[in-house]
Structure formats: structure tokens, C-alpha cells
């Protein structure tokens, strides 16, 4: 049984690492990743490194996966509601939705982005062990290709091919290698190969 001393110890520790995880993405939104060290951070929230290493043992690469999997979370929730049942919405307009909200996560979201996609975190992907808010998000992809008209045949590859293609469509965004003005038209395009 949890005494209520062990219990309030253990509330402070996880609103401690919620701290540091926030203050990592807050500096990597703001400066870039390369900004994110243990000293830079410790000095940002307020903790000694030491402390952030008893949350972090393995230091940055951790504070990382943290992040990557706090946008995980974000980016789930996101899509999980463009495609949630109350919503009602076509099949093509669901793809778009799903479409819209990824490509705008990755926009408002660059840095925390680049640690869910890019950067090496200790999250497996395709797997049993993938945690629940990518499979969430993965799910969302499956269920918008679910309810078009006709959806395609193995539904799990299709999936894998829109997220690639959305994923491509915000890195190069990002990259600036797009003509620019041009994303209703680049979604529409994405959307009409998956729904035609």
C-alpha cells in the first residue's frame, strides 16, 4: 500500500520530469536541438544537472525520447480526432482532415517533430513494443483509409505508404523545398491518389 508520503513524493518527481521535459521542448522549439544540453537546460528550469540525470539517467538521448514521445501524445490526440466517430465526415474529407492536422503538428511543432521522426530515440516502431500513442496515431491513418467508399485492399501497407507520403510532404516542407503558396494543392493531390 502507497502511503500518502510516498504518494506526494512520487506526484513531485513526475511534475519535475514534466518540467524538464517542457523546458527541453520549449529550447529546441525556440533554438534548435543542438541548443538542448543537460548544463542549458538545468540552468533554464532551475534544477542542478544532478537532478536531471536522477530523471534522465542517460542524459540528453533520454531527454530526446521524452520529448519525441510527449509529441506522440500530441500528435495521436490530433489525429485520433479527425477521424473519431462523431465527427461524421466522408471518407475523402476524414483523409483530408488527418492529412491537414499531421502537416500542421509538423508545422507549429518543428524541433519536437524532428525528435518523433528524425533523431535517434529509444522508441521501436512496427512492433509490439511501439508505445500506444504511435499506434494510436497509426490507427487514425488506418481508420480514415477505412471509411472511404473503397478503401484499399490491405489497409496496414496503405497506411504505411500515407504516412510516408504526408511525412515526406512536411520534411520538404520544412526543408523549404516546395514551391511555396502550393500545400492546398500539395493535400489535394495526396488526398485524390487515396480516395480515387
Not at 127 to 150: C, K, M, N, Q
Request: net charge neutral.
Amino acid at each position: 500500500m502507497t502511503t500518502p508520503a510516498a504518494a506526494h513524493k512520487a506526484r513531485r518527481l513526475a511534475e519535475r520530469e514534466k518540467r524538464i521535459v517542457a523546458a527541453a521542448r520549449a529550447l529546441a522549439e525556440e533554438q534548435g536541438w543542438e541548443a538542448v544540453t543537460t548544463r542549458r537546460l538545468s540552468d533554464a528550469i532551475g534544477y542542478s544537472q544532478p537532478v536531471l540525470y536522477s530523471h534522465f539517467p542517460e542524459g540528453r538521448s533520454q531527454i530526446v525520447t521524452a520529448v519525441a514521445l510527449d509529441g506522440m501524445v500530441e500528435l495521436a490526440g490530433a489525429m485520433v480526432a479527425t477521424t473519431a466517430p462523431d465527427r461524421a465526415r466522408p471518407g475523402a474529407e476524414c483523409v483530408r482532415a488527418l492529412v491537414t492536422s499531421y502537416l500542421d503538428f509538423a508545422d507549429r511543432h518543428p524541433a519536437t517533430y524532428e525528435a518523433m521522426f528524425r533523431l535517434p530515440i529509444g522508441v521501436p516502431f512496427a512492433s509490439a513494443d511501439t508505445p500506444r500513442p504511435l499506434r494510436d496515431a497509426f490507427e487514425a491513418i488506418v481508420a480514415a483509409l477505412r471509411g472511404l467508399d473503397r478503401p484499399p485492399a490491405d489497409l496496414e501497407t496503405a497506411a504505411e505508404v500515407l504516412w510516408g507520403a504526408v511525412h515526406g510532404v512536411a520534411t520538404l516542407e520544412r526543408a523549404a523545398r516546395f514551391s511555396p503558396g502550393n500545400q492546398e494543392r500539395r493535400v489535394a493531390e495526396l488526398v485524390r491518389h487515396f480516395v480515387d
